[in-house]
């Protein structure tokens, strides 16, 4: 039987870098966490979680309403301790027979639901490996761990998520090569949401 795997969807960040709530801009009248949970719920993830601040919670919410047997919204309270706390608070809230984890992050519009597919069917194929997509051989997000991993995951402090897990496990990573079929632009600054929205990205959001 195949494992089940879920998502995590990490969307509790502070966006100090950003100035005011990044998942919450919106893009093509859509917001760009809304972005990503479409994403995910047009994919093969059995549901997703949405790890909300309390500047997304709102906004998270409402989007979980529209397909709530396959979304829920827990909430981070300690934001500022860094990805790591947002990400043990989405495992926690997991379902019990979930084989694998998928970790998406909220702040990456051109996410698509073909793009999880892709690594999910790897994933499929080996489900005690932990699969990473690569652009030209660049290692990028979203990444699925195995359940075996729950565990390891749950200790990370800080804001480095799984990357700390990664490195301890180089050889059992399956990278999918998804060449110029994928955009993983992130909006971190006002000079990353500038460069989106200009015509060098139109073509791109188009196809998203």
């Known amino acids: 039987m195949e494992p089940i795997v879920e998502g995590i969807i990490l969307a509790a960040g502070l966006s100090t870098r950003m100035g005011i709530p ?61 990805m790591s706390s947002s990400l043990r608070i989405g495992l926690a809230a997991l379902s019990p027979d979930a084989g694998g984890a998928m970790i998406l992050l909220g702040d990456q519009p051109l996410i698509t639901a073909k793009t999880i597919d892709r690594l999910l069917a790897a994933f499929q194929l080996d489900s005690d490996k932990i699969v990473v997509p690569a652009i030209h051989g660049r290692k990028t997000t979203p990444v699925i761990f195995p359940a075996r991993l729950f565990p390891e995951l749950m200790t990370t402090e800080g804001d480095i998520g799984g990357r700390d897990v990664l490195k301890s496990h180089p050889d059992e990573i399956v990278r999918v090569e998804m060449g110029s079929s994928y955009d993983d632009t992130d909006l971190d600054t006002p000079d990353d949401l500038e460069k989106f929205t200009g015509s060098a990205f139109q073509d791109k959001r188009l196809r998203s």
Request: positive net charge; charged residues 20%; hydrophobic residues 45%.
């Open 22 to 82: 990044k998942t919450l801009i919106q893009l093509d009248g859509d917001t760009v966490i809304g972005r990503v949970v479409r994403a995910a719920l047009g994919s093969g993830l059995r549901r997703a979680v949405i790890v909300a601040g309390s500047s997304t919670l709102q906004t998270a919410e409402a989007v979980a309403a529209l397909k709530s047997s396959r979304l829920s919204v827990v909430v981070n309270p300690r934001p500022e301790k860094g």
